[in-house]
């Protein structure tokens, strides 16, 4: 998330910005919503959904119940972002429901799993996607050099290298050219719309695949249960499907948000819930679940049967391209998150630094890619995957659990999609979450545990130093 995840564009503190202007409209929110939700999941997770579920029919399932979980959370936020029509999404819903500190803590989260931990991911996928022509950066040979530390492993190899300088690459252009880092997103997001229109209309059209592969179940390589491997399966889901909550972060800016938020969230999340839908029968046309499994480059594999060696070399290309849509925004929009919170003395100070010749937030923009770069080495994309995935879950929820105390306060506007059959559609919400939470507990111990880490690690900052600093400033020290 890509942040992406949740949290990929710029959102601006608590307090609404006199300069932003409401100039987006329906359709703008729309196309934006989808922009943001397109990204690394869906082009990597199928595979390891194949090994953990073993049926063709589970694993384009289960992308769908992901699609009603994010239309229940869009519905949910577009009430929220109706009432609090300033960017900011979840800082703000948190910070007003549960106090500063979860803002805060909501900041620390968006630096190591809202960006930081997505642009690593994607890193690790494009590398995965060259391998069609650079065998070495294949999943299998990576670990050229394993060093065990006890709560993690060290990973130093060709695809860790490559991961690393690509992030380094668009770490430094985020700093040094800020004028081209616009209009090379715009290139690399089309690329990447492009590449999905063309794969989907030539696989169905001239593809050589096999509609028997929808027959034919796969040998699961998990010994969990098929129920609780399914919830913890859906953090890869809502991992792919994060971005749905992407209009909220430009609240600010859109025009009639009472009317135009709730539209923009559920179209932009049933139009990419049809794309996935679509992208994973022709995984599964192209590739039998057996084929796939442990795939992150599943639509390069899938490229390969279907059109052939060189044909599909070409799609893989344009896959690891598109990846770097992701990449290049993560490095432009993460760093002007932790700007606008420093800013607003809600981050650390030394993330509001410019740069006096470049204008780019140089501090922000090199620490998040220092953070990359050591979750490449310790971590796998499997392991990125359900680290970035738990959290976004996690936060999503509270901002979702805050509906029960916002709608006790007098003059709040309440969306006429959500008091449909209320408290159904933020209940469910709520307890599908909690239900994957018992299951990844149980089953993906470490990411559970570092994911704990993480929120813990937010808290004693703002603890040990923001409270404190809050504190000095209000008695004049």
């Known amino acids: 998330m890509s942040r992406n995840g949740r949290h990929k564009e710029v959102f601006l503190g608590t307090t609404p910005q ?7 409209g329906t359709l703008g929110t729309t196309a934006f919503v989808v922009s943001n939700m397109i990204g690394v999941g869906i082009f990597t997770t199928t595979g390891f959904l194949a090994g953990d579920l073993g049926q063709p029919q589970l694993v384009i399932g289960i992308w769908l119940v992901g699609a009603a979980l994010a239309l229940a959370g869009a519905l949910c936020y577009s009430e929220l972002g109706t009432n609090f029509p300033r960017s900011g999404g979840e800082y703000v819903y948190l910070s007003e429901a549960w106090g500063p500190a979860w803002g805060f803590i909501d900041g620390w989260i968006s630096f190591f799993a809202g960006f930081s931990a997505p642009t690593a991911a994607a890193a690790l996928a494009a590398a995965a996607y060259l391998a069609h ?32 300088s690509l992030v380094a690459v668009f770490t430094a252009i985020n700093v040094v050219d800020v004028s081209r880092v616009e209009k090379l997103q715009v290139w690399l997001t089309g690329t990447k719309l492009v590449v999905i229109g063309a794969f989907l209309l030539l696989g169905f059209s001239i593809g050589q695949g096999d509609w028997a592969h929808f027959a034919m179940p796969a040998q699961r390589t998990v010994a969990s249960s098929l129920a609780s491997q399914f919830a913890v399966s859906l953090i890869f889901v809502f991992y792919g499907y994060s971005g749905w909550n992407a209009a909220v972060y430009v609240a600010e800016e859109v025009r009639d948000p009472e009317r135009t938020l709730p539209v923009a969230l559920v179209a932009g999340t049933l139009s990419v819930a049809v794309i996935y839908a679509a992208l994973n029968v022709l995984y599964v046309y192209a590739n039998s679940l057996d084929d796939m499994k442990g795939v992150v480059a599943v639509g390069a594999l899938a490229a390969k049967t279907l059109f052939g060696k060189q044909a599909g070399g070409v799609f893989s290309a344009a ?40 204008k780019s937030p140089w501090v922000a923009v090199i620490a998040q890619g220092a953070c990359c770069c050591l979750l490449i080495v310790t971590g796998t994309f499997e392991s990125l995957g359900y680290y970035i995935g ?40 709520v307890a599908m979450n909690a239900w994957v939470f018992v299951y990844f507990a149980r089953l993906r111990g470490w990411e559970a545990f570092w994911s704990v880490l993480t929120v813990a690690g937010g808290a004693l900052s703002y603890h040990f130093h923001f409270r404190k600093q809050s504190a000095a400033t209000s008695q004049g020290v």
């Open 133 to 164: 022509f650079f065998p070495s950066l294949a999943a299998d040979s990576t670990a050229v050099w394993a060093v065990p530390l006890g709560f993690a492993h060290l990973r130093l190899g060709v695809a860790q290298g490559m991961a690393c």
């Open 18 to 24: 006199t300069g932003l202007q409401r100039r987006l």
């Open 390 to 429: 738990f959290l976004l879950f996690l936060f999503s929820a509270l901002s979702v659990l805050a509906l029960f105390k916002f709608r006790k306060r007098p003059g709040w506007k309440r969306s006429r999609w959500v008091s449909y059959g209320y408290p159904v559609i933020p209940l469910a919400y």
């Open 319 to 358: 896959m690891a391209v598109s990846l770097l849509a992701t990449i290049n925004a993560m490095c432009l929009i993460g760093p002007r998150v932790y700007y606008a919170m420093a800013r607003n003395r809600a981050f650390f100070a030394t993330a509001a630094r410019v740069h006096p010749r470049w």
